[in-house]
């Protein structure tokens, strides 16, 4: 007597699985690794949004102090007298330029290069003097063109000292572009903000792109220090001494 054998039924075919967008992908990777000598993605995102809504909002403020822009027609930060959404613009830039530099020296192939910390430092100074210098100058009635003259040259100092890559170079021709080109566009549609002497464009100073230049190179640096070279700097504390070392 013949057997009866049940046949095995068919699988069903799987739903084609979706496809994640690769931006979001490398987002992912990126949150979740922490490089081998830096601190955590995460970690850096905080960082540098506290760092651009602090002290980006405190350069944004001297140039109101010297009349180089003015903010009208909304709230501001009492003493500052900056727009109450100059803090989180400010922190979008901060992590944006903080983060993604070292990405984007990663995909243009720049050759890692580690800076000493006192020189990440006086990178920063060297553009609160720049940015300061621009609003004084400003203030005191001198020429854009000649402050843009001399905020090019510091600009291709900064780049000279600080970085000396073709790969600082692409990245802060877009730092200026994006930068310029948003607050041109906050100038012309929100009415609240203005430069007192614009000549670019009818609406923000010619000396803009090299002093956005000038802080590509010091956040970016910045950005590089913290992905890269940030345990080092914890190791040369004294208290490093005492702690143990991680095996491996």
Request: hydrophobic fraction near 50%.
């Amino acid at each position: 007597m013949p057997s009866s054998v049940s046949p095995i039924p068919a699988r069903k075919p799987r739903p084609p699985t979706r496809k994640e967008p690769s931006f979001f992908a490398w987002a992912r990777r990126m949150l979740r690794k922490k490089p081998t000598d830096g601190l955590r993605a995460d970690r850096r995102i905080l960082f540098f949004a506290l760092l651009g809504a602090v002290m980006g909002t405190c350069l944004d403020a001297l140039h109101v102090l010297n009349e180089t822009a003015l903010y009208e027609n909304v709230w501001k930060i009492p003493v500052l007298e900056v727009a109450w959404y100059v803090p989180l613009e400010f922190t979008a830039a901060g992590v944006v330029v903080g983060m993604l530099r070292p990405e984007l020296d990663e995909e243009l192939r720049r050759k890692r290069s580690d800076l000493a910390a006192v020189l990440v430092l006086a990178g920063f100074v060297w553009l609160v003097v720049a940015w300061a210098g621009s609003g004084l100058l400003t203030r005191a009635k001198v020429d854009n063109a000649l402050i843009a003259s001399l905020l090019s040259v510091i600009a291709v100092g900064t780049w000279a000292i600080f970085d000396k890559s073709w790969q600082g170079v692409v990245s802060a021709a877009i730092t200026a572009a994006i930068g310029v080109g948003v607050e041109a566009a906050l100038v012309s549609w929100s009415r609240t903000y203005r430069y007192t002497v614009p000549d670019l464009f009818g609406v923000v100073p010619v000396w803009l792109p090299p002093l956005y230049m000038i802080a590509s190179v010091a956040v970016g640096n910045l950005g590089r220090f913290m992905k890269y070279s940030w345990d080092s700097l914890a190791d040369d504390l004294p208290e490093a001494a005492e702690r143990p070392r991680k095996a491996g």
